[in-house]
C-alpha cells in the first residue's frame, strides 16, 4: 500500500510538472510590472504569476501560522489533561480493587 502512495504522488508530481512547463512555454511574452509606488523591469508574463503565486502561498502560510500554533498548544493541553485523567482512572481502579473483601 505504501508503494502506491508513492507511485500515485510521483505521478501527480509529474503532472504538475509538466503542466508548470507548458505554462512557463505558453507564456513568454514579456511585461513590465507596474505597481502603484513604482514599476518594476520588464519579465515574462510566467515569472510574474508563478512569483504572485509564490508569494500568495507564503503568505497564506503565515497567515495560517497563528491557528495552526493555537490548535497545537490546545492539543498538547488536552493529551496533558488526558494522561492525568488516565492516571487518576487508574489510581482509582487500584484502590477500589485493593478494598474489595
Known sequence: ?????GLIMAIILLVVLLIGILFAT???QTVPLDLIWMQLPEAS???WLLSALAIGVILGMLAMSGVYLRLRT???RAQRHNQQQRKEL???RVQEMKELP
Do not use: F, G
Not at 1 to 5: D, F, I, S, T, Y
Open 45 to 47: 508574463l510566467s515569472v
Open 1 to 5: 500500500m505504501r508503494w502506491l502512495k
Open 74 to 76: 490546545t492539543l498538547t
Open 26 to 28: 505558453n507564456n513568454q
Open 90 to 92: 487508574d489510581r482509582l
